[in-house]
């Protein structure tokens, strides 16, 4: 599955990247999962077909929902729980979570 | 808490609190005051769980504890300030927009 994370710098959530794909490799799980910025999303939105945001631009999520859903991309905030535990774990399954539903 | 929980949950914080303070910016735009001020209170109570983080750091710190400082925490300081900031000047932007 083609994952895509974006907060404002792409800084923190390359960090949750990182621990996603661990757990995805762990699991023999073929995801490509990248973090960018909010300035890039356009530039890489169209690639992947699940986007997630950083809990902490909650405010742009608006805007960035309603491009992913023109896009037919799934879309989500982070679990902010999820998010402050860095686990990687959790946000891979809300991403799958996504793809199902 | 791990040192990138320690950080990621003041990036946390702080995000919350900017977006609170962006809410209560649209909200004085469209003169609902009630509803700019509502906001800027959520605002200020993520500024100051994410303030009681960096305390903590620091009274460690005081204690001799030491902690390793790395770009994620320099980051989420950089959101932290990015957070005061904006709740200050919106706080400032809502009296505007009442005159």
């Not at chain 1, 799934?74 to 959790?90: E, P, W």
């Not at chain 2, 800027?40 to 750091?57: F, N, P, R, S, W």
């Amino acid at each position: 599955m083609k994952i895509l994370l974006v907060c404002s710098a792409g800084m923190s959530t390359s960090l949750l990247v990182t621990k996603m794909q661990k757990e995805s490799q762990e699991n023999g799980g073929n995801d490509e999962i990248f973090a960018c910025s909010v300035d890039e999303l356009e530039e890489f939105i169209d690639h992947y077909e699940v986007i997630l945001i950083g809990p902490q631009i909650r405010y742009k999520a608006k805007v960035i929902g309603e491009m992913a859903a023109k896009k037919n991309k799934g879309f989500a905030i982070i679990d902010t729980v999820s998010y402050g535990m860095v686990d990687g774990k959790k946000v891979l399954a809300q991403a799958y979570g996504l793809k199902n539903s | 808490m791990e040192n990138e929980q320690v950080a990621f949950t003041i990036i946390l914080h702080a995000g919350e609190a900017r977006s609170h303070a962006l809410e209560a910016l649209k909200a004085a735009r469209e003169h609902k005051f009630a509803e700019a001020e509502a906001s800027l209170v959520l605002a200020k109570k993520q500024l100051i769980a994410a303030h009681q983080i960096q305390t903590d750091l620091l009274q460690a710190e005081a204690r001799g504890e030491k902690k390793e400082v790395n770009l994620l925490l320099i980051h989420a300081q950089d959101h932290l300030m990015t957070a005061i900031l904006a709740k200050d000047l919106i706080e400032e932007m809502v009296l505007m927009f009442k005159k």
